[in-house]
């Protein structure tokens, strides 16, 4: 059975996308992932894009969306990253807050840093 996971952050352009993008990656066939955000951009970050495609990613395909544009599920896992109290309710199985700095405004191997970071935690969620 397919792990459902909701990757939550406020802008949904930089981390949530990653963390989509890796649970894709890793996840193959045996995950089903999506993000949102609390009060989404409409766009992704050119950075995330940028940092994404070093590592053979095309995150230009990927939309920023609201909650509201989520399947009525509940999730095996929602993860928010950064939106505190601006992050709504999502029924789910686990709830888990990482503590990942917006990378929105830093420079190119700062983001990359944080990249690693969301790449590091999304694979040891899909491993748990």
Same mark, same amino acid.
Request: charged share 25%; net charge neutral.
């Given at each position: 059975?397919?792990?459902?996971? #909701?990757?939550?952050?406020?802008? =949904?352009? =930089? ?17 089903? +992932? ?9 766009? %992704? =970050?050119?950075? +995330? %894009?940028?940092?994404?495609? $070093? #590592?053979?990613?095309? #995150? ?31 029924? +789910? ?6 503590? %990942? ?5 830093? $420079? +190119? ?7 690693? #970071? %969301?790449? $590091? ?8």
């Amino acid at each position: 059975m397919k792990k459902t996971f #909701l990757f939550v952050c406020i802008e =949904n352009s =930089n981390r949530s996308q990653m963390a989509q993008a890796f649970a894709n990656i890793w996840g193959g066939e045996a995950v089903e +992932a999506y993000s949102a955000g609390s009060k989404p951009s409409g766009k %992704i =970050n050119p950075k +995330a %894009i940028a940092a994404m495609a $070093e #590592l053979g990613y095309d #995150l230009a395909k990927h939309q920023s969306k609201s909650l509201n544009e989520i399947p009525p599920i509940t999730f095996d896992y929602v993860v928010t990253m950064g939106c505190g109290d601006a992050c709504p309710w999502v029924p +789910a199985k686990h709830r888990i807050d990482w503590q %990942i700095p917006d990378p929105r405004e830093m $420079e +190119a191997k700062a983001f990359n840093q944080v990249r690693d #970071l %969301i790449a $590091e935690k999304v694979k040891s969620l899909i491993d748990c």
